[in-house]
């Protein structure tokens, strides 16, 4: 049965149809090396192609076993300049008309490598900072300790460090002591002492767009073709985008590793996040907002950091008995798989998206409905509030729900609309009662009481800011319907107020992912509201 109703367009699905690497090489000296391999995915480039383009090579400190040093060809490793962005490419193209070095360095190269859309791209320069404000005139210096640019380009912040800078950071920070390695020139060494600094050797890549050379000093492009990564929460969240799987002696030493995260200091009572609990929630928005959510939370549930992140969500996979290794899906991991088929590295959502699917699962875990009653939520949640709306359209859905999902009661006989709407309301009472418990100590440390074998955990990493910005997306169904409010139509994303965390749209995705989950498109059929 096809529905057609003025505004109220989902789907993608729901247009509404109704409606590690190893970062020590001998040069890093790092005591937590883990390794990851892939039979998954691998890079389209062989040993021999690597072979065949490189140009010069030494050894980085006249170690036999040390990483040899490669100079690439970025034509035979198939990166062209269409797939650097337009404001990177002008900013590119202004240092080097002035005469200066300019490279492109960290993650982008790997993921250009990779034919993957980088997040962002970062640029590093022979010039100074004071250089580089003085040739653009939209451009200021931030950060005290270590400052960089911000180049402001149609809209796009381009972030360029300068080498010299760098430099001054690596030797502040440097504990033991090195010296230029036989064979390279001043140049060799100015980057490779930069490269020296980034987290893993597959983000210690960097790229002269001009001179068409990729320079590889840690061995990166090897351990990419290896899929070697390291550290606990950054190497697992680029396992997650990259589909890389650790090895057995990686998988020991992550669980081994992962109590680290419980010497974290508490949150304090006025809710003021201390930086390492910022770290861990940026660290899960990169996880979870980019469009890798579902094998995130996966990997995060194998290796024994869900209970420690995320005790609420932990206790739930125990409860539905979901193994560590488990390939099976759950409502949890179905939300989080709906919310990837909407996002990409460069398409992210704003945290707010992702903790709000976390409370509502959690509320719906906690207290099964009928599905009758979630439909008509979310559909409240597209329309600002409008229950009466919302519950017209929910009785006009024919399609079946996903009978698998153990917080969904079976249909039952819910006759007058004045009940559905109460239903309605407590749901998303719920959800906010939910989104509560997350952000409260006691209530996160005894998520795990029952089970008596899990790590002792009470890491509050949500802030009283993103609390507020989430619960509302849930207040309207609450409150009733927002004076003036006007459903968007059409199914259409503006990714831009999506990232931005701007509420309309937020709950526009959110009643999407919600909808598409419960009522998943059935094969060969496609009816819209």
Same mark, same amino acid.
């Given at each position: 049965?096809?529905?057609?109703?003025? =505004?109220?367009?989902?789907? &993608?699905?729901?247009? %509404?149809?109704?409606?590690?690497?190893?970062?020590? !090489?001998?040069?890093?000296?790092?005591?937590?090396?883990?390794?990851?391999?892939?039979?998954?995915?691998?890079?389209?480039?062989?040993?021999?192609?690597?072979? !065949?383009?490189? &140009? /010069?090579?030494?050894?980085? #400190?006249?170690?036999?076993?040390?990483?040899?040093?490669?100079?690439?060809?970025?034509?035979?490793?198939?990166?062209?300049?269409?797939?650097?962005?337009?404001?990177?490419?002008?900013?590119? #193209?202004?240092?080097?008309?002035?005469?200066?070095?300019?490279?492109?360095?960290?993650?982008?190269?790997?993921?250009?490598?990779?034919?993957?859309?980088?997040?962002?791209?970062?640029?590093?320069?022979?010039?100074?900072?004071?250089?580089?404000?003085?040739?653009?005139?939209?451009?200021?210096?931030?950060?005290?300790?270590?400052?960089?640019? +911000?180049?402001?380009?149609? =809209?796009?912040?381009?972030?360029?460090?300068?080498?010299?800078?760098?430099?001054?950071?690596?030797?502040?920070?440097?504990?033991?002591?090195?010296?230029?390695?036989? =064979?390279?020139?001043?140049?060799?060494?100015?980057?490779?002492?930069?490269?020296?600094?980034?987290?893993?050797?597959?983000?210690?890549?960097? %790229?002269?767009?001009?001179?068409?050379?990729?320079?590889?000093?840690?061995?990166?492009? @090897?351990?990419?073709?290896?899929?070697?990564?390291?550290?606990?929460?950054?190497?697992?969240?680029?396992?997650?985008?990259?589909?890389? !799987?650790?090895?057995?002696?990686?998988?020991?030493?992550?669980? @081994?590793?992962?109590?680290?995260?419980?010497?974290?200091?508490?949150?304090?009572?006025?809710?003021?996040?201390?930086?390492? !609990?910022?770290?861990?929630?940026?660290?899960?928005?990169?996880?979870?907002?980019?469009?890798?959510?579902?094998?995130?939370?996966?990997?995060?549930?194998?290796?024994?950091?869900?209970?420690?992140?995320?005790?609420?969500?932990?206790?739930? %996979?125990?409860?539905?008995?979901?193994?560590?290794?488990?390939?099976?899906?759950?409502?949890?991991?179905?939300? %989080?798989?709906?919310?990837?088929?909407?996002?990409?590295?460069?398409?992210?959502?704003?945290?707010?998206?992702?903790?709000?699917?976390?409370?509502?699962?959690?509320?719906?875990?906690?207290?099964?409905?009928?599905?009758?009653?979630?439909?008509?939520?979310?559909?409240?949640? +597209?329309?600002?509030?409008?229950?009466?709306?919302?519950?017209?359209?929910?009785?006009?859905?024919?399609?079946? +729900?996903?009978?698998?999902?153990?917080?969904?009661?079976?249909?039952?006989?819910?006759?007058?609309?004045?009940?559905?709407?109460?239903?309605?309301?407590?749901?998303?009472?719920?959800?906010?009662?939910?989104?509560?418990?997350?952000?409260?100590? +006691?209530?996160?440390?005894?998520?795990?009481?029952?089970?008596?074998?899990?790590?002792?955990?009470?890491?509050?990493?949500?802030?009283?800011?993103?609390?507020?910005?989430?619960?509302?997306?849930?207040?309207?169904?609450?409150?009733?319907?927002?004076?003036?409010?006007?459903?968007?139509?059409?199914?259409?994303?503006?990714?831009?107020?999506?990232?931005?965390?701007?509420? /309309? @749209?937020?709950?526009?995705?959110?009643?999407?992912?919600?909808?598409?989950?419960?009522?998943?498109?059935?094969?060969?059929?496609?009816? &819209?509201?």
């Amino acid at each position: 049965m096809a529905i057609s109703v003025q =505004g109220f367009a989902y789907r &993608t699905h729901l247009t %509404f149809r109704l409606p590690l690497v190893s970062c020590a !090489h001998k040069v890093r000296r790092s005591s937590s090396v883990a390794a990851v391999v892939s039979p998954v995915e691998s890079l389209s480039i062989s040993k021999q192609e690597i072979k !065949h383009s490189k &140009t /010069s090579s030494v050894k980085s #400190n006249g170690d036999s076993k040390a990483p040899e040093w490669k100079k690439l060809s970025s034509k035979d490793l198939g990166i062209k300049t269409s797939m650097i962005g337009k404001p990177t490419r002008m900013v590119l #193209n202004g240092l080097r008309k002035k005469g200066y070095e300019v490279y492109l360095v960290g993650g982008c190269v790997r993921d250009l490598i990779l034919k993957r859309i980088p997040k962002d791209f970062d640029i590093i320069t022979s010039a100074e900072l004071k250089e580089v404000l003085r040739t653009f005139s939209r451009c200021e210096v931030v950060g005290r300790r270590f400052p960089i640019c +911000h180049v402001h380009v149609d =809209g796009t912040i381009i972030e360029v460090s300068s080498f010299s800078t760098c430099g001054r950071k690596y030797v502040r920070n440097s504990n033991f002591g090195f010296r230029k390695p036989r =064979g390279c020139n001043e140049d060799d060494f100015i980057r490779w002492r930069n490269c020296l600094q980034r987290d893993f050797t597959i983000n210690g890549l960097m %790229f002269d767009p001009f001179a068409k050379v990729v320079y590889d000093y840690l061995g990166g492009l @090897e351990d990419m073709e290896k899929a070697k990564v390291s550290r606990i929460l950054r190497g697992m969240r680029i396992a997650a985008r990259l589909g890389f !799987h650790f090895s057995r002696e990686t998988a020991r030493s992550m669980k @081994e590793l992962s109590s680290l995260l419980l010497r974290l200091d508490r949150v304090s009572k006025f809710w003021s996040i201390r930086p390492s !609990h910022g770290r861990i929630l940026m660290e899960l928005n990169y996880m979870l907002a980019y469009g890798s959510a579902e094998a995130s939370l996966r990997l995060l549930w194998k290796f024994g950091l869900l209970e420690i992140l995320l005790p609420l969500q932990a206790a739930y %996979f125990v409860s539905q008995g979901f193994r560590r290794r488990d390939t099976r899906s759950n409502m949890l991991v179905s939300l %989080f798989s709906s919310l990837d088929r909407l996002l990409a590295p460069d398409r992210p959502c704003h945290s707010s998206l992702w903790v709000c699917l976390l409370a509502f699962h959690k509320a719906l875990a906690d207290h099964p409905r009928d599905p009758l009653v979630v439909a008509a939520f979310s559909i409240a949640v +597209h329309c600002g509030g409008s229950l009466s709306e919302a519950v017209n359209i929910a009785r006009r859905i024919s399609e079946p +729900h996903d009978a698998s999902f153990n917080e969904l009661l079976e249909p039952g006989s819910i006759d007058s609309d004045a009940t559905l709407i109460g239903e309605v309301i407590d749901l998303a009472a719920s959800a906010k009662d939910a989104l509560d418990k997350m952000t409260d100590e +006691h209530s996160v440390s005894q998520a795990m009481r029952a089970y008596p074998q899990a790590p002792y955990s009470d890491l509050v990493f949500i802030s009283l800011a993103l609390h507020e910005k989430a619960g509302m997306i849930f207040h309207c169904v609450r409150k009733g319907k927002e004076k003036g409010f006007v459903p968007k139509g059409g199914s259409k994303i503006n990714y831009e107020s999506l990232a931005l965390g701007r509420l /309309s @749209e937020v709950r526009h995705v959110f009643a999407r992912i919600v909808f598409d989950t419960v009522y998943p498109l059935q094969p060969n059929k496609e009816t &819209t509201l």
